[in-house]
């Protein structure tokens, strides 16, 4: 329900906002403060740094090396 709500007086919605947002790369940065501030996304954050740091304890660089002899 509150997805229909933000401005209805002047027929701006909250899904519409969002959208917006989303589509603005200037912006991403305003629209991840306000969806921690609402508490929307911190329990996303804390998930992805955790991924982020099991990918990096389990990554090897050396396998990644070409290892051609025309390299």
């Given at each position: 329900?509150?997805?229909?709500?933000?401005f209805?007086?002047l027929?701006?919605?909250?899904?519409?906002?969002?959208?917006?947002?989303?589509?603005m790369p200037?912006l991403?940065g305003?629209?991840?403060?306000?969806?921690?501030?609402?508490?929307v996304s911190s329990h996303?954050d804390?998930?992805e740094?955790?991924?982020?740091?099991i990918r990096?304890?389990?990554?090897?660089p050396s396998?990644?090396?070409?290892?051609?002899?025309?390299v």
């Amino acid at each position: 329900m509150l997805l229909g709500l933000a401005f209805p007086h002047l027929k701006i919605w909250l899904s519409q906002v969002l959208a917006s947002l989303s589509r603005m790369p200037r912006l991403l940065g305003s629209f991840q403060q306000l969806l921690t501030v609402c508490h929307v996304s911190s329990h996303s954050d804390r998930h992805e740094q955790k991924l982020a740091k099991i990918r990096m304890e389990e990554s090897n660089p050396s396998n990644r090396l070409i290892r051609a002899n025309n390299v």
